[in-house]
């Protein structure tokens, strides 16, 4: 999947408040749930794009969750269900 900043909402590239790997993490989501509104993701799933480890992934998720751009949950070791805002 080739992710681009035109795929999701410009605002989020203009926050400086977020790092550019929660940027590529919610473009991923944001392109996956692109038609619903709560959509599962795998840690799996997320490292065939972005290099990174479950820990990594919450912490980015637990800023985009602060920031208000997402709400998230992790019912599972590596498996989140998430709600875009």
Same mark, same amino acid.
């Given at each position: ?5 035109? %795929? ?6 203009? *926050?400086?408040n ?8 919610? &473009? ?5 749930g &692109?038609?619903?509104?709560? =959509? *599962?993701?795998?840690? /799996?799933?997320? $490292? $065939? ?6 820990? /990594? ?5 637990? @800023? ?6 997402? @709400?998230? %949950?992790?019912? *599972?070791? /590596?498996?989140? =269900?998430?709600?875009?805002?």
């Amino acid at each position: 999947m080739k992710i681009t900043k035109f %795929q999701i909402p410009t605002i989020i590239w203009k *926050d400086k408040n977020i790092p550019k790997e929660a940027k590529y993490i919610y &473009s991923y989501i944001y392109a996956k749930g &692109s038609e619903r509104i709560i =959509t *599962d993701i795998n840690i /799996g799933e997320i $490292q $065939q794009t972005i290099k990174i480890k479950n820990e /990594g992934l919450r912490k980015n998720l637990e @800023v985009l969750e602060k920031l208000k751009y997402l @709400v998230f %949950q992790e019912y *599972d070791t /590596g498996m989140y =269900t998430i709600t875009l805002n």
